[in-house]
């Protein structure tokens, strides 16, 4: 092929200019950071290697395992492990045509719930979105808390609109237990490709990106949460809300395809070291170790308490001493907190001492009133050297004289950065 030496020197830079110019203009194409200085990258995965980070992701919400749904937003598939694959850099979430569990469908999740929350940040998915009708695909934070609202969607996508992207943000006031602040955005077709999902989080505005570009901001500073925050990809499918229901036109099996999910936090942002405690309600928490399966009884919506937080606590039926439970709670970063556990007293309650780590924190308390009672319990401040899920075990030592049993009666475990 015939040369031109005096275009040589010039083709470097032309090439340089037109490989700016395409990743300028290509909507799918965008830089992974936050905008402007100060930003630390907190939590990533990139999705390599051939099998899910167990270590950073659940394929259940936090009240299933090995199945689950969110029947209250009307899902009609039932969120199975082995929907959630891992192969060639990308994470992905199947739907397909499945019975089980009473369910039509199964499809694929990721919650980072007591693996990863954080308080304030920016939050970013790169994904490809299916097209299908009744394919409902969430980029959404939810509180580490397990109380709803608050929750953040970060990016709602409906298979049936492929060019709409809805951005909401769910709260609750002191006179409303739910609020909500929805938007959407038309832009390309999102199934067409891969594009870029953030969220800018802090104590001031919620302000949504698409591609890079704002999207949305919400400014109403009364109403913004300040509690840790949880990350999940769901694919969902169902008929609620503006939602169509899968039919014979709806594409089985289909795929959510995630290029990465990755959250950084600002250096000049507050963190838990100055705002609201962390609180885990004990229904929520996951059992990992109990004295015997006859002492542990869960308080569900049968036996509702008004006086409980999210009306339900847990019960531990004990009838000697040296029965015990253990809770495992999220600690979100190693430092000091102060410990305490809201209770429910009663005539048959026992005594008992909390240890964590196996190391004991507070004194032995007792849970013994003559009629019921509910108090919050101060059990002294514990240093942790790392983050991370936690033991808490709560070990029965004795009872009042004058109490009939042994039962202990637990509605939430609070931890207050010091």
Same mark, same amino acid.
């Given at each position: 092929?015939?040369?031109?030496?005096?275009?040589?020197?010039?083709?470097?830079?032309?090439?340089?200019?037109?490989?700016?110019?395409?990743?300028?203009?290509?909507?799918?194409?965008?830089?992974?950071?936050?905008?402007?200085?100060?930003?630390?990258?907190?939590?990533?995965?990139?999705?390599?290697?051939?099998?899910?980070?167990?270590?950073?992701?659940?394929?259940?919400?936090?009240?299933?395992?090995?199945?689950?749904?969110?029947?209250?937003?009307?899902?009609?598939?039932?969120?199975?492990?082995?929907?959630?694959?891992?192969?060639?850099?990308?994470?992905?979430?199947?739907?397909?045509?499945?019975?089980?569990?009473?369910?039509?469908?199964?499809?694929?999740?990721?919650?980072?719930?007591?693996?990863?929350?954080?308080?304030?940040?920016?939050?970013?998915?790169?994904?490809?979105?299916?097209?299908?009708?009744?394919?409902?695909?969430?980029?959404?934070?939810? #509180?580490?808390?397990?109380?709803?609202?608050?929750?953040?969607?970060?990016?709602?996508?409906?298979?049936?609109?492929?060019?709409?992207?809805?951005?909401?943000?769910?709260?609750?006031?002191?006179?409303?237990?739910?609020?909500?602040?929805?938007?959407?955005?038309?832009?390309?077709?999102?199934?067409?490709?891969?594009?870029?999902?953030?969220?800018?989080?802090?104590?001031?505005?919620?302000?949504?990106?698409?591609?890079?570009?704002?999207?949305?901001?919400?400014?109403?500073?009364?109403?913004?949460?300040?509690?840790?925050?949880?990350?999940?990809?769901?694919?969902?499918?169902?008929?609620?809300?503006?939602?169509?229901?899968?039919?014979?036109?709806?594409?089985?099996?289909?795929?959510?395809?995630?290029?990465?999910?990755?959250?950084?936090?600002?250096?000049?942002?507050?963190?838990?070291?100055?705002?609201?405690?962390?609180?885990?309600?004990?229904?929520?928490?996951?059992?990992?170790?109990?004295?015997?399966?006859?002492?542990?009884?869960?308080?569900?919506?049968?036996?509702?308490?008004?006086?409980?937080?999210?009306?339900?606590?847990?019960?531990?039926?004990?009838?000697?001493?040296?029965?015990?439970?253990?809770?495992?709670?999220?600690?979100?970063?190693?430092?000091?907190?102060?410990?305490?556990?809201?209770?429910?007293?009663?005539?048959?309650?026992?005594?008992?001492?909390?240890?964590?780590?196996?190391?004991?924190?507070?004194?032995?308390?007792?849970?013994?009133? #003559?009629?019921?009672?509910?108090?919050?319990?101060?059990?002294?401040?514990?240093?942790?050297?790392?983050?991370?899920?936690?033991?808490?075990?709560?070990?029965?030592?004795?009872?009042?004289?004058?109490?009939?049993?042994?039962?202990?009666?637990?509605?939430?475990?609070?931890?207050?950065?010091?």
């Amino acid at each position: 092929m015939k040369r031109y030496p005096h275009l040589l020197k010039y083709t470097k830079k032309i090439l340089q200019g037109l490989s700016l110019i395409a990743v300028l203009c290509s909507p799918t194409t965008v830089l992974a950071d936050p905008v402007g200085d100060g930003w630390a990258l907190v939590f990533s995965d990139d999705f390599n290697g051939t099998q899910l980070d167990k270590k950073k992701w659940s394929t259940c919400y936090w009240w299933g395992n090995n199945g689950c749904t969110n029947g209250g937003s009307g899902d009609v598939q039932w969120y199975q492990p082995d929907d959630v694959f891992v192969n060639n850099g990308i994470l992905r979430l199947r739907a397909q045509k499945r019975k089980m569990n009473g369910y039509e469908y199964t499809s694929g999740m990721i919650s980072s719930h007591d693996k990863f929350a954080f308080q304030y940040g920016y939050a970013e998915m790169r994904a490809k979105m299916p097209n299908g009708r009744g394919f409902w695909t969430t980029f959404w934070l939810a #509180s580490q808390r397990r109380a709803w609202p608050p929750e953040i969607d970060i990016a709602e996508y409906l298979g049936s609109q492929p060019n709409n992207m809805h951005m909401t943000y769910h709260y609750s006031t002191p006179t409303s237990k739910h609020q909500s602040s929805p938007w959407a955005y038309t832009g390309a077709d999102f199934s067409a490709d891969y594009h870029t999902y953030a969220v800018e989080w802090n104590p001031k505005e919620i302000i949504w990106y698409i591609d890079g570009m704002e999207r949305r901001r919400y400014t109403a500073t009364e109403h913004i949460s300040a509690e840790a925050m949880y990350v999940m990809a769901t694919f969902a499918l169902g008929k609620a809300w503006i939602n169509t229901p899968p039919d014979e036109t709806t594409p089985f099996p289909s795929y959510s395809n995630v290029d990465y999910i990755k959250v950084w936090r600002h250096k000049d942002s507050p963190s838990t070291r100055a705002v609201t405690p962390i609180i885990s309600e004990t229904e929520g928490l996951k059992v990992a170790a109990k004295s015997n399966l006859a002492h542990v009884i869960f308080l569900g919506n049968a036996k509702a308490d008004a006086k409980l937080s999210n009306h339900m606590g847990t019960m531990l039926d004990s009838n000697k001493v040296g029965d015990s439970v253990t809770y495992t709670v999220n600690v979100p970063e190693a430092r000091t907190f102060n410990v305490r556990v809201g209770v429910k007293r009663y005539h048959n309650r026992g005594k008992f001492q909390l240890s964590i780590g196996g190391t004991n924190c507070g004194n032995p308390q007792d849970l013994y009133a #003559s009629s019921s009672d509910y108090v919050e319990l101060d059990l002294g401040n514990i240093t942790f050297d790392a983050s991370g899920n936690k033991s808490f075990k709560f070990t029965v030592v004795d009872k009042n004289a004058q109490s009939s049993s042994y039962k202990l009666a637990f509605d939430y475990i609070k931890l207050t950065p010091k």
